[in-house]
């Protein structure tokens, strides 16, 4: 069930996902503002749909028309600057202090070595998202290198709870606190509108393909095979318990050529977070009540749950 609009004020709006920035479909370097009545239509059908509605800034102001309709309507901003943000984007985590939810998108190899920097931010913004762009390319060496890093982070984190601070990190303390799958929902909890008036699936599908639309602003919504971005059609997802992975759409079909079907890497990466964050709470627990309302998190015996699939058929 559709619970968000996300509309893309331009075509150099920042990234908040995996996607690596991609230049305009107009050109490196072109901005391309999405035009002030297609901005209205947008927000004409998330009204009409009741949706909430995320805007998606470039790193530019606005003309003032432009803010005047915005703020018409309920919604929240994802910017790459911190002035007026509900969601912050930056490119480096060090020296980060905000009073709003922070999204920090990087590289393997500048995450491994980030630890430090990450509990600093963890002391000083509300919620950090850490989003890799390069889950990809990880290889058997990576997953050592992030089991490691989770490692030392978790160790980190466990000794701030036991301080009495509360901290919020996606890599590690989602799991601990969620009782059923929380993932992208990109073609099914949200869609993105472009600055041309064509939906998509997500930023992604547009920057990549402009062609790649799920309908139009004039003619509404044509999802093909929906039921596919369901989490129920997902033959691995519906049976994993990592609740706080990603399962970005697009890295989906970027890697498997399926949306509802993640890559190795995907799953390797989620069940180290979800491994780090039972050791968490575990240790957490032996110093006193922790998330007493939540129930362990289970030891498992794989880190790809494709290994297991003979035991859900």
């Not at 000083?124 to 990880?138: A, G």
């Not at 240790?283 to 290994?307: A, C, M, S, W």
Request: hydrophobic residues 35%.
């Amino acid at each position: 069930m559709l619970q968000y609009l996300i509309i893309l004020l331009d075509d150099t709006s920042t990234s908040f996902c995996s996607l690596t920035p991609c230049p305009s479909p107009k050109g490196e370097g072109s901005r391309n503002i999405i035009p002030i009545e297609t901005l209205k239509q947008g927000i004409r059908f998330g009204m009409m749909e009741n949706l909430m509605i995320q805007f998606v800034y470039p790193d530019y102001e606005l003309p003032a028309e432009y803010a005047e309709v915005i703020e018409s309507i309920d919604h929240s901003k994802i910017k790459p600057t911190k002035e007026d943000a509900d969601v912050w984007v930056v490119e480096s985590v060090k020296g980060v202090k905000a009073d709003v939810p922070v999204v920090w998108r990087t590289d393997k190899q500048t995450l491994f070595g980030s630890d430090d920097d990450i509990v600093k931010a963890l002391e000083n913004v509300p919620r950090l998202n850490v989003v890799l762009t390069d889950v990809e390319k990880f290889t058997d060496e990576d997953f050592t290198l992030y089991k490691a890093f989770l490692e030392r982070l978790a160790g980190k984190i466990e000794q701030m709870y036991v301080e009495g601070k509360t901290l919020q990190i996606n890599l590690l303390t989602d799991r601990m606190m969620l009782k059923e799958m929380n993932n992208c929902g990109a073609g099914d909890t949200n869609i993105t509108l472009a600055p041309n008036g064509k939906f998509y699936v997500c930023p992604a599908f547009y920057y990549e393909d402009e062609t790649d639309s799920i309908g139009d602003i004039e003619h509404g919504l044509d999802i093909k095979n929906k039921q596919l971005f369901k989490l129920e059609y997902a033959p691995i997802c519906r049976h994993c318990d990592a609740w706080q992975c990603k399962r970005c759409i697009w890295l989906n079909r970027k890697t498997t050529l399926e949306v509802n079907t993640p890559s190795h890497e995907q799953c390797m990466v989620a069940h180290l977070e979800r491994n780090a964050s039972r050791e968490i709470m575990q240790n957490v627990r032996k110093h006193g009540t922790f998330l007493p309302e939540q129930e362990e998190i289970k030891e498992i015996d794989y880190l790809d749950p494709f290994d297991k699939r003979d035991e859900w058929q």
